[in-house]
């Protein structure tokens, strides 16, 4: 299937690793030059490698999302170097340890938003002029089924759920410009260097079999590849009656029907 993505300028963050270099890698794929951002360089010098393997351009930015104010440099500089985004996937985030509301400092909980909503806001309203200048644009959430409904910890949850309604909200608001504005909501993924991963490391083999048999229909953690293909779904012509959703990829873990 042709998704009519190929030359398109993206932008994922967190995609040296994780769901995020897999959703680069299936962007790369459809012929999209892709730039990532990330911590450190070494990991994204490894991944823009991988990137220019598949014969796009490729570019590799340090930055740090949960600044928002260094956001506009970080679209500038993508502009600079392979072009205006055409495509925006806001990945970068995650949890610390499960905190209820009594142990939760106020300065913890805000820096959950810094990292899982704030700088991915800030993208957004950077790319949306160029979209709308151009009838055309793609910007995809990572959210999580715990935005969805109860699990993981209070910050972590309130981030994500805060994440899909801005994702709806904005979807509404563009949809009439081109730019159509979606979320992803995964499960539990596993993949290397990730939570999931170090979850199964760390603990006995009977408190993995313990969580898999009370949580993961499917029998096993879930694995990126089909996150990254369903970014690169939604950021195709082919998804161009999709917009304001969230998508579920959890292989049967969460319990919502809506």
């Not at 299937?1 to 299936?26: C, W, Y």
């Not at 899909?164 to 992803?184: E, M, P, Y």
């Not at 199964?200 to 993961?216: A, K, T």
Request: proline share 4%; glycine share 12%.
């Amino acid at each position: 299937m042709d998704l009519g993505i190929q030359g398109k300028v993206a932008l994922v963050t967190g995609g040296s690793r994780g769901l995020g270099k897999v959703a680069a890698l299936s962007l790369a794929r459809e012929g999209v030059n892709v730039a990532i951002c990330g911590r450190t360089q070494s990991t994204l010098d490894g991944t823009v490698a991988e990137l220019e393997a598949l014969g796009v351009r490729a570019q590799g930015i340090v930055a740090d999302v949960t600044d928002a104010e260094a956001m506009p440099a970080l679209n500038q500089a993508v502009v600079d170097g392979i072009g205006p985004i055409d495509i925006l996937v806001n990945n970068a985030g995650g949890s610390r340890a499960r905190q209820d509301i009594a142990d939760l400092p106020l300065e913890d909980f805000k820096a959950a938003f810094d990292l899982n909503l704030f700088g991915g806001y800030q993208l957004m309203r950077e790319v949306i002029p160029y979209m709308r200048q151009q009838k055309w644009g793609r910007i995809i959430n990572i959210a999580s089924i715990y935005g969805r409904e109860y699990g993981g910890n209070l910050s972590y949850m309130a981030a994500k759920s805060a994440l899909i309604s801005a994702t709806k909200h904005a979807a509404l608001s563009l949809v009439t410009d081109g730019v159509l504005v979606n979320s992803i909501a995964p499960g539990s993924i596993s993949h290397p260097e990730g939570s999931w991963e170090r979850f199964q490391n760390e603990n006995p083999p009977e408190v993995v079999e313990d969580f898999i048999s009370r949580n993961l229909p499917l029998g096993r953690f879930g694995w990126p590849e089909p996150v990254g293909d369903l970014v690169a779904f939604l950021a195709s012509q082919r998804a161009d009656l999709i917009t304001g959703s969230c998508i579920v990829v959890d292989g049967g873990q969460s319990y919502s029907m809506i």
